[in-house]
């Protein structure tokens, strides 16, 4: 059974910083197609954040490039999400997701979620 598991979110004054971790459990990285985090702010749909692909190109969304980093240990099956320089518009529910192959398409996992709210 694959379990996402989100940690490390909470409120925090513009300019700050926050880093998100997520425990992978059931599937190892080497099987992922690709790990990340996605975020939803209210009345506004579901956005990628960034991601690790399994040969570990990592992608950013435009609006947090040069801010935020992604990382992963493949070792302990976890991945983080520093956040710096936090905005208001940063303000939303923070989900780890991982993407695994199956046959000619592929399966979506998520985390339950975690909320990040930046205050101006």
């Known amino acids: 059974q ?9 409120l925090v004054l513009a300019g700050g910083s926050l880093k998100l ?4 459990s059931g599937i190892t990285f080497s099987s992922l197609k690709t ?3 996605d975020r939803q702010a209210p009345g506004k749909q579901r ?17 947090v490039k ?3 980093t992604v ?4 070792v302990k099956n976890t991945l ?3 956040m710096n320089s936090l905005k208001p518009e940063d303000t939303a529910v923070y989900y780890c997701k991982a993407v695994r192959t199956h046959g000619v ?6 985390g339950q979620g975690t909320q990040v709210t930046v205050s101006s």
Do not use: K, M, P
């Open 47 to 63: 956005e990628l954040v960034a991601d690790i692909t399994t040969f570990g190109s990592i992608n950013y969304v435009d609006s």
């Open 105 to 110: 398409g592929w399966i979506d996992y998520w």
């Open 35 to 37: 790990i990340g985090w």
């Open 71 to 74: 990382s992963r240990d493949t």
């Open 21 to 24: 971790g997520c425990i992978v």
């Open 2 to 10: 694959v379990q996402l598991v989100e940690s490390g979110g909470g």
């Open 80 to 82: 983080s999400l520093q």
């Open 66 to 68: 040069g801010r935020f």
